[in-house]
């Protein structure tokens, strides 16, 4: 084989892996073009409620305006990104860009989100897989993820988006020339959805680690000032809506976390010391003191806990022998994942914070294939209360499972017996909450399936948090053995580059 052929044979090489990502591409963009006619939750009014707002209203008013109940509590990078769509919505159907406190829906309004939700979140998504030279198998994990499908595609949101482009920054962090574009890429990321916040210290860690400092100061600084200085005499009002403390510690729909644990002990202390009833229960939120006779934590207490629980992340970025870009990831993850555990008012959604950037770690890296596995499961089981209506059922249970063979097919090595029992157990509490709940308990109990769901995906989710730990902890200490053995020991074998 003469040169020419070889090298002919080298692109050829090259370029399949490209091509498997467009078909992965292609398969996801159509299958969730299926669901553009399916069930849409309050997220797709307030998201075209938004559309009208920054179309309708001068910048000043956006985050003052209250004629609809839906105000916008995005960051601002968000309000911007609403307000370019407005330029071709009005294009689509001039209607939807007309603010009312009653909601709009129309065909072609239904059509016009559900593309850009498919198409700006497949796209980032994809831009970020191969700025980190990941795997067709990476990209079909993010890409076709029954949790994000159930959670954009059907209930509405720009979650893919969102992180698609948070992942596109962490990137270009490794390389000191790109970094400074990364950290501006980051800094327009957490203007877009104000809970990657949390992985702020991780990033910032990370860039004072491998540099160049200045620079990515410079370049962090101008982008977030420049997306807020329109907005500079309004930044009381900004922080209210972006952090509203009032709330409450729980959602209406527990997020699958601590706290669920926390609220369903109290629930059974109060009811076997015949105290009040739990006001947990009652589907609200704003609640200052939801538990009885548990304590109740402060938004403080829960930012203190939050920050204690994402320090092994941090310690674990410092460490030597480990993939830069692979470290990143996972300490991002293990930050949002702390979030999620322990933070105030945790919407189950926010889960995908942590899964998302584990899609790129998990096919090649078997020790986290089991926290990988158990937050997939979980998560997305998670997610069932969202749809309620009988059409969806059929939808999220294929989903559902053919993702769990998916995994079970392609990341089977190191299954351990709980985790198959956990996962096994998911289908009893599924079908007692679908199917059987309501013909064995009066109505007055309606909090019961999605607080079973809830405390039961906070379990594996729980557990999820301690095996991740336990690896960072684990790697950290093998790293400072390896550092007083002299470096004489073998180091990790990496599968990526």
């Not at 720009?158 to 992180?163: A, D, L, S």
């Not at 959604?349 to 158990?374: E, M, Q, T, Y």
Request: net charge negative; aromatic share 12%; glycine share 6%.
């Amino acid at each position: 084989m003469d040169e020419r052929e070889e090298e002919q044979e080298e692109e050829k090489e090259l370029s399949n892996p490209f091509n498997s990502k467009i078909i992965v591409l292609l398969f996801s963009v159509s299958l969730k073009m299926l669901f553009i006619p399916a069930y849409r939750s309050t997220d797709f009014h307030v998201h075209r409620n938004w559309l009208a707002l920054t179309s309708s209203f001068p910048l000043e008013q956006w985050y003052t305006e209250e004629t609809s109940v839906w105000n916008l509590d995005y960051p601002p990078m968000f309000a911007y990104f609403e307000f370019g769509l407005g330029f071709i919505a009005k294009w689509v159907d001039d209607d939807m860009l007309i603010l009312d406190s009653i909601p709009y829906v129309s065909g072609a309004a239904i059509v016009f989100q559900r593309l850009t939700v498919i198409l700006f979140g497949d796209l980032a998504i994809f831009a970020a897989v191969q700025a980190h030279r990941a795997s067709a198998y990476d990209l079909a994990l993010l890409l076709l993820h029954p949790a994000l499908l159930i959670i954009d595609n059907i209930h509405f949101q720009y979650n893919g988006f969102v992180i698609g482009t948070m992942l596109l920054a962490l990137a270009w962090l490794p390389d000191r020339k790109t970094a400074p574009l990364g950290v501006a890429l980051f800094a327009i990321a957490v203007n877009l959805k104000q809970t990657l916040l949390f992985a702020a210290p991780a990033v910032a860690l990370f860039v004072l680690m491998s540099g160049p400092i200045l620079q990515s100061a410079v370049s962090f600084s101008g982008v977030f000032l420049g997306i807020w200085l329109p907005f500079i005499k309004q930044t009381d009002v900004l922080i209210k809506r972006l952090f509203p403390f009032g709330r409450g510690l729980l959602h209406s729909y527990w997020a699958p976390n601590a706290w669920a644990l926390i609220a369903s002990l109290d629930i059974f202390a109060s009811t076997l010391t015949g105290g009040r009833p739990s006001p947990s229960t009652r589907g609200l939120i704003g609640l200052a003191e939801p538990f009885v006779i548990m304590p109740n934590p402060s938004p403080l207490v829960s930012l203190c806990m939050t920050i204690v629980a994402m320090l092994p992340a941090l310690f674990y970025l410092v460490r030597d022998g480990e993939n830069q870009r692979t470290k990143l990831l996972i300490a991002v993850s293990h930050s949002f994942l702390s979030s999620f555990v322990f933070g105030w008012h945790v919407h189950e959604k926010a889960l995908l914070l942590s899964i998302l950037p584990l899609c790129l770690v998990a096919g090649n890296h078997d020790r986290w294939g089991s926290v990988f596995r158990v937050l997939c499961m979980s998560g997305t089981l998670s997610t069932f209360p969202l749809l309620t209506e009988p059409a969806e059922l059929l939808p999220k249970y294929l989903l559902f499972l053919g993702f769990a063979v998916f995994l079970a097919s392609t990341m089977n090595r190191n299954w351990t017996l709980i985790e198959s029992v956990y996962c096994a157990g998911m289908i009893p509490i599924e079908v007692y909450s679908a199917f059987v709940h309501t013909k064995v308990l009066p109505v007055g109990y309606d909090f019961v399936p999605q607080a079973l769901i809830s405390c039961y995906c906070a379990v594996g989710i729980v557990f999820a948090y301690c095996k991740s730990t336990s690896i960072l902890l684990s790697s950290m200490r093998a790293s400072k053995s390896h550092s007083d053995d002299g470096g004489q020991g073998q180091p990790t074998q990496l599968k990526r580059d």
